[in-house]
């Protein structure tokens, strides 16, 4: 191979190589930005019967984080919190 043919792969090659580095590892950190503000918890529905009661037992057992959406299932209230 040609030394001017060599030195095109090698240019290319570390153009693809490192062009997406930087974009991957903001990525990165935007994601785990948003998961350690965010929490989800499950209570069961024998022992808190409404959502209310879910909530308060919750908040209780999470200090610092607010309920901001809860899920009824079948056995389970499904809560999302986020930190205050």
């Known amino acids: 191979m040609r030394p001017i043919t060599r030195f095109v792969m090698l240019v290319f090659v ?3 190589v490192f062009a997406g580095t930087p974009n991957t590892k903001v990525d990165a950190e935007v994601t785990s930005n948003v998961f350690l503000s965010q929490r989800t918890t499950s ?3 024998s022992s808190c019967p409404t959502a209310a009661q879910a909530k308060i037992k919750a908040e209780k057992a999470n200090p610092g984080w607010k309920v901001v959406n809860i899920k009824e299932l ?3 209230w499904h809560l999302t919190l986020k930190k205050e």
Do not use: D, Q, T, W
């Open 43 to 45: 209570v069961s529905k």
């Open 74 to 76: 079948s056995k389970v």
């Open 14 to 16: 570390g153009v693809i």
